[in-house]
């Protein structure tokens, strides 16, 4: 069953990194290829200034002024065929694939300090579990800590579509604006394929 039967603007989309009390092993990593083994990662919101890691705990990544394509890329190749007006296609060598946020810049969420958990996560090397959520409303749940949990009374009590994959926080550059509020440019590599679209319609 799909959602988002209209036109509408995702303008509550919302993208969040798994934060459990220790990096998740390569084999733990490997087993992840389901909705709800994905989803288990994702039940309680912490804040990235002074937040408990636990082992279902997640971070959101928010101030975001605009996201990047979700899903995987075309890997195709257009190759030249002598004789012909038209070039074939064909599967090129897959590459993983990169992705910039364009951020309004809020110091304090990304700040390199012992107890800021999305500070430390940028260039650390580690792997962590991303989910983006496409959100068309914004969910009603009352619980501020899984208001945006993949949980029925969480993102449930509203239509939405799940992507999620292990990736890396490379890199934030802040650029500083005369005239606009300040922005940054967030960083991440894609480690894995994605993993959806998970849809939930909660009629």
């Keep these: 069953m799909t959602h988002i039967a209209s036109i509408g603007a995702g303008m509550y989309s919302d993208m969040s990194v798994a934060t459990p009390v220790s990096d998740l092993s390569a084999s733990a990593?490997?087993?992840?290829?389901?909705?709800?083994?994905?989803?288990?990662l994702f039940a309680s919101e912490i804040p990235s200034q002074g937040g408990t890691k636990g082992a279902s705990t997640f971070v959101r990544l928010k101030n975001?002024?605009?996201?990047?394509?979700?899903?995987?890329p075309p890997n195709v190749v257009n190759v030249p065929v002598f004789g012909s007006s038209t070039a074939q296609q064909i599967q090129g060598q897959a590459d993983a694939p990169s992705m910039e946020l364009t951020l309004n810049f809020v110091p304090s969420e990304w700040a390199k300090e012992t107890d800021n958990i999305l500070g430390n996560i940028v260039g650390?090397?580690?792997?962590?579990?991303?989910?983006?959520?496409?959100?068309?409303?914004?969910?009603?749940?009352?619980?501020?800590?899984t208001k945006f949990a993949s949980l029925p009374a969480g993102l449930g009590t509203v239509g939405n579509t799940a992507f999620y994959w292990i990736g890396k926080i490379e890199a934030l550059q802040a650029t500083p604006q005369l005239t606009d509020a300040n922005t940054a440019t967030l960083t991440l590599t894609v480690q894995s394929r994605f993993f959806g679209a998970f849809t939930v319609d909660p009629t």
Excluded at 29 to 40: G, H, K, N, Q, V
């Design 29 to 40: 990593i490997a087993a992840l290829d389901t909705a709800s083994e994905f989803a288990a």
């Design 64 to 72: 975001v002024r605009e996201y990047p394509p979700m899903g995987t």
């Design 124 to 145: 650390d090397g580690n792997q962590y579990v991303f989910r983006f959520t496409m959100l068309n409303a914004e969910p009603t749940g009352t619980d501020s800590s």
